[in-house]
Each structure stands twice: as structure tokens, then as C-alpha cells.
């Protein structure tokens, strides 16, 4: 199983430490949030260096639908209701600047960057999409209802945001790191204060920025309370149809379409890892259906951390942890959220200030809805009688016959059948 990505792109290697070191700033996970941080840190002439167990871009980052967009599902209207008037209007500037520095970065970069509309639509709920585009008009944003989508579904209308993109990430994160202090195969085991122990050697530093997908230092943040992880999966088709924008379901149970060249990547399936779900079989039904003369040419998965408010974490750890960063819980939406990170994390750093960074503090309120769903789902699953425990926090694995995966419905963590871990946050190899 390769995506689209990983089987399109000409690789870099990038050695392993060999010694131990001192730096100003470490960073923990070579995806893309970790990636462009140490791009602008190496701009603003700031020493680093970034560390990744595996190779870099081998999770998440090369699996997902690469839609670079502000909006965010229905997310503007829900973020009105939580977050109020002040923090909604932060979080569309603070997004639409990370679209615009995709923008700029992507002109230089041969990467398939294509401008397209995005439409985010329902099937039986046009209230919900007149909700959104009176919440958007209340913070500055027009957006458009569109109906008649070309799309084989029946649809009550979509919001449209109108100049979005999308292109192929690896190509574009691939040109980024050329030149980037990066180290590949650099396990951390573990943080003692500010060193970090890795298995090629011990990493001393003034600032740690953590962008491993889901954070795994434990004792500081409890975000093992404040994000969920959830799988969603795609299919490649050839002659299939060119729909000629990006699309997705407001309904999590739905569907999402865009093109690549001739391939229409069609994604669903979705459920919270360590749950049951439609994975690549609906996919594969629904193509069988409409597409009767597609052929699959590609098929993935990927894992999303999910907040508890559509809102990111990206800043400090926590607050007792001044010199300790981490960014998480892009809820789908990794490809501005990690520009936004990298953005947001390495101004922290350098002692700037930012206009976004109280919308986006790890530190807000927790006391929503789905925090009590999250603990929950853990209680229910620490009690669970199973012989395969997670290492993370001790929950009950569940065998997932889809990907031949054990898998944690608390916090994510999922393994092989041999035990080698392929999603974190348990913090082995």
C-alpha cells in the first residue's frame, strides 16, 4: 500500500546522528509541520536541528488528499458558537496567511500546484451550509452557495471558497529540505528536562518543538484527553472524472473528490481509529457504482488528530513548559495547519510576537462536549478485558482486518502484527 505521493517522488536520504550535540533549537518529527519549521528557522538564521525516527514524510504527511484550503469543512460556524466573534476572525486570517505562503513558496517549486475552487457540500442539509455562509459573513468572508454540483451524489448545495489549491506534497516538501539539517533513523527514546535521548546519541537544546502527529511526552499538556485520532481512506481511479475542483461531505460518513493529472482520488471510509468503519471497500463499492469503467491505480490511508474544538494546538506544550513547543490536532486539515505551525512556532522561538497565537494556545479552556466523549472511550477501553495492551496508557488493541493493524481506540497508537509500531503515540519501534 503506496499512496499516490510516496510512488511519484524521487526520495532524498539524510543520515543519522552519529554523536551526541548541542543546538538552540530540536526538532522532533520530520512530517511537514516539522519540515517547514526548520525551513524558516534555517531563513531567519536560527542553528536547529530535526530528528525523525524513520525517513522523512513516512506517516501522515505522504498520505494525505493534499487540499490546500482555508476552509475547513463546516468549521467557521461551529468555531463562531465555541470560540466567539474575535477568535473566528483569528482563525481565518491565521489560515489564510498559511494559504498565502503556500502561494508564494509553490510559485518557485515545481510541485503540481493548481488553483482550484473548494466546495464543502451536504446531501440532505441545506440549513447547515446558510449557517456557515452567515457565519463567514460575520467575519469579513463571502462565500458562495453553490448547487448543481457535477458530482454523482445528490446534493442539497455546497459552500465554495473560490482560489484554493492543491498540489503534490512530496515534490514540494522535497525541494523544501534540500539543504535542511535533518537526521533520518534518530529515534527519541525519551526527554530528560531539555536533552533529548535518542539511540544514536543525546541532543541538548534551549527550545524543543514537538510535531510528531500526536504528542507523546505524557506528563505535560493531558493530550491524551484533548485530541482523538481518526483514519480516513483513498483510491486512485483512472477513467474516472475530472470534477474540476476539490470537494468534501460535510457529513464525516461522506465523500471526498479531487483530480491529480488523469487520477480522481476519491476518499472516505473514515472512523475513529480502533472503531469499525467503511474503509476502502465503501470506497470501492461507490466506484463500482458510479464509475463502472475506472481502474484503480492506487489505494491509502491516513491518520488524523482531531482537537476539541476545530481548532488546532500549536504553541507551547503547556504552561509550565516555556521551552517546550509542540503543534497538533489539525483535524483534517494538515496541509494549512502545518504551514500555520511552522509559522506560528518558529516566531515563538526567535521571541516574536504574533496576533494569532492566543486563537491557536494549547493552554484554552478544555471543558467541551468531546472531552467527555474522549474519556469515555478511554475508560471503556483501559477496562476492556484483551491480551494486547498499548503501551502508551495501557488500553485495549482491536484488530483492524482492513490494514492487518492492532489498533488503540483511545489515543490512536497503532501496531503491526509483530508489534513494530506504525502510529504513535506510544513511543516505540
Not at 351 to 357: L, R, V
Amino acid at each position: 500500500m503506496k499512496s499516490l505521493w510516496n510512488a511519484t517522488v524521487c526520495r532524498q536520504n539524510f543520515p543519522s546522528l552519529k554523536s551526541d550535540m548541542k543546538t538552540d533549537v530540536l526538532i522532533i518529527g520530520g512530517g511537514i509541520a516539522g519540515i517547514l519549521t526548520a525551513y524558516f528557522l534555517q531563513e531567519n538564521g536560527v542553528p536547529y536541528i530535526l530528528v525523525e525516527k524513520d525517513r522523512i514524510c513516512s506517516g501522515t504527511t505522504g498520505n494525505t488528499t493534499a487540499k490546500i484550503t482555508f476552509q475547513h469543512g463546516l468549521a467557521y460556524h461551529k468555531i463562531l458558537r465555541s470560540s466567539g466573534l474575535e477568535k473566528t476572525e483569528m482563525y481565518l486570517q491565521a489560515n489564510r496567511s498559511a494559504f498565502e505562503k503556500y502561494a508564494e513558496l509553490c510559485n518557485k517549486i515545481d510541485c503540481g500546484y493548481e488553483i482550484k475552487n473548494n466546495y464543502v457540500y451536504s446531501v440532505n442539509d441545506r440549513q447547515k451550509l446558510e449557517n456557515e455562509i452567515n457565519a463567514l459573513s460575520k467575519i469579513g468572508y463571502h462565500a458562495i452557495f453553490a448547487e448543481n454540483l457535477q458530482l454523482p451524489v445528490n446534493a442539497a448545495g455546497a459552500v465554495c471558497f473560490e482560489n484554493q489549491a492543491q498540489f503534490h506534497p512530496l515534490k514540494f516538501l522535497f525541494s523544501i529540505a534540500k539543504g535542511l539539517k535533518i537526521y533520518e533513523h534518530t529515534f527519541v527514546q525519551e526527554m530528560i528536562g531539555a536533552t533529548a535521548v535518542t539511540n544514536c546519541g543525546k541532543i541538548n537544546a534551549d527550545n524543543v518543538i514537538i510535531t510528531t502527529h500526536f504528542p507523546f511526552i505524557n506528563k505535560h499538556g493531558s493530550y491524551f484527553l484533548k485530541l482523538y485520532q481518526s483514519r480516513s481512506y483513498v483510491i486512485g481511479l483512472k477513467h474516472a472524472q475530472n470534477v474540476d475542483g476539490m470537494y468534501v461531505d460535510e457529513c464525516k460518513k461522506g465523500f471526498s473528490f479531487r483530480n491529480y493529472g488523469d487520477l480522481l482520488l476519491l476518499g472516505g471510509g473514515g472512523h475513529r481509529t480502533g472503531k469499525s468503519g467503511g474503509n476502502w471497500d465503501e470506497l470501492r463499492r461507490f466506484a463500482e457504482k458510479n464509475y463502472p469503467n475506472a481502474a484503480e491505480k492506487y489505494y491509502w490511508a491516513a491518520q488524523d488528530c482531531m482537537s476539541l474544538d476545530s481548532i488546532p494546538y500549536i504553541g507551547k506544550y503547556s504552561k509550565n513548559t516555556p521551552n517546550l513547543f509542540t503543534a497538533s490536532g489539525f483535524n483534517k486539515w494538515g496541509m494549512t495547519g502545518a504551514m500555520l505551525s511552522a509559522m506560528l512556532l518558529s516566531d515563538m522561538v526567535c521571541g516574536k510576537h504574533s496576533d494569532f497565537a492566543e486563537a491557536f494556545s494549547p493552554s484554552r479552556s478544555i471543558f467541551k462536549p468531546q472531552l467527555f466523549i474522549n474519556g469515555f472511550e478511554a475508560a471503556k477501553n483501559l477496562l476492556t478485558p484483551s491480551k494486547k495492551r498499548c503501551p502508551h496508557l495501557g488500553c485495549a488493541l482491536k484488530w483492524n482486518p482492513a490494514e492487518h493493524s492492532w489498533d488503540c481506540a483511545c489515543h490512536g497508537s497503532r501496531f503491526d502484527e509483530s508489534g513494530k509500531t506504525l502510529d504513535n503515540p506510544a513511543n516505540t519501534v
